[in-house]
């Protein structure tokens, strides 16, 4: 991040726009409603402009711009159409350390105007650090849908009570939760219908029944990898959480959308890599949940899928700790979405059946004869290290070696590789391509399918190079 957001108190201070065109009234309507004293220098401003300083809106100097002028200012904005002059003007406000912006040019500027959603007294502010002034409009859009007026009355409300929660709620890890539930109650829901005296009777009940008693844990699938995979469940309790126990392989983007102060610790495990003994997760969820803390045990795909899900709840409710599950997006159903491989099709596949490699033993147990008949899209999960065992015990059992298979690695996530082959020599297969955890094994006609159907990421890599697939157009 090299430009950093800040908020800046303008009341009554001195914002000086140098050029008077069309650019230059827009940054004049987007600092008034800050209240600033604003300063135009231009030897011509536009005819509405002029209205405006007749009605004492703002001065106008009608000269060019001299240094002198930006003396005392707190913001100053280079807008002419005349490179030397928005120079002159950068030089001289960045010799005196204010902060200018020139328009379309980055290079001199020192502070970006950045687009701005006005719930006041809730303001949000879209910046692109001005590499793309019009998405940083389209953002601006997409949240103006999201964040309706009712944010504006409902940042008033909480400004207006602020005193009294926080004379209530002396503790600060007490209080924040008291705003968590407050926000996910019925206050924001009255102001959204217009009805200020019903949100502040839901108020005062709040504040007399208190902070609900006693920790709790959220168990939430994070899917396996691509953030915009996440449900609102799942980002409505990252965001709530105070101590967050994460899989190893849940993507750092994921992470990112945990609430900041949260407490995050790792404890997942990945083939050939323990981190955290089951048990000990176990009494870490308790521990933690007990001492009064939200948690949150963040799981890659979802919990009850290859996930130990039920063993952490068994443990929760041996210890009569209070908990939500939170579903994901399991890895076989997301990585074959993105790869352009359904695990189903009418002509293809008339089920779908998951199966898990996760160690040597894992696979000790499992109905190869079941599992090699024809008909059934197989999705193994952990896969990789165990290849060889799979394509051997299939083909033994009958499985076709021409069965097609795909290796989807880093699925959904921008690195994703996905490699097509034939159960006979699919270990071979992984080996001379390299294939790394996390992947996902496919066997089943639809793998065959990626061919055509792949839409996310580079093209899928054919083991058959002359039917390795062109380039093709993705959305």
Known sequence: MRW????LDLQQRKVVVVGGGLIAERKIDLFQSAGPQIVIIAPRITASLQERVSAKEFQWFEREFEGADVEGAAVVVAATDRGEVNRAVAEAATARGIPVNVVDDLELST???????DRSPLVIAVSTEGSAPAFARYVRARIEIAIDESFGDLAQFLRQVRGRIKTRFADLVERRRFYGQL???????ALRRRRPMEAADAFEQALV???????????VGAGPGDPGLLTLNALRALQGADVVLHDRLVSAEVLALARREAELIPV???????SVPQEEINALLVRHARAGRRVVRLKGGDPFVFGRGGEELEALVAAGVAYTVVPGVTAAVACGAYAGIPLTHRDHARGVRFVTAHCRTALDGVDWRSLARDGDTLAVYMGVGSVARVEQELLAH????STPVAFIENGTRVEQRVILGTLAGAAALAQRTSVQSP???VIGAVAALARDLAWFGAPPIDQDTANAPQARLRA
């Open 4 to 7: 950093f957001p800040l908020f």
């Open 111 to 117: 502070g970006i105007l950045p687009a701005i959603v």
């Open 183 to 189: 926000l996910e109650g019925a206050v924001p829901d």
């Open 209 to 219: 029944a208190g902070v609900a008693a006693g920790g709790r844990v959220d168990l």
């Open 268 to 274: 997942g495990k990945a083939a050939g890599y323990h």
């Open 398 to 401: 009958g499985k076709a070696g």
């Open 439 to 441: 992947a996902l094994l």
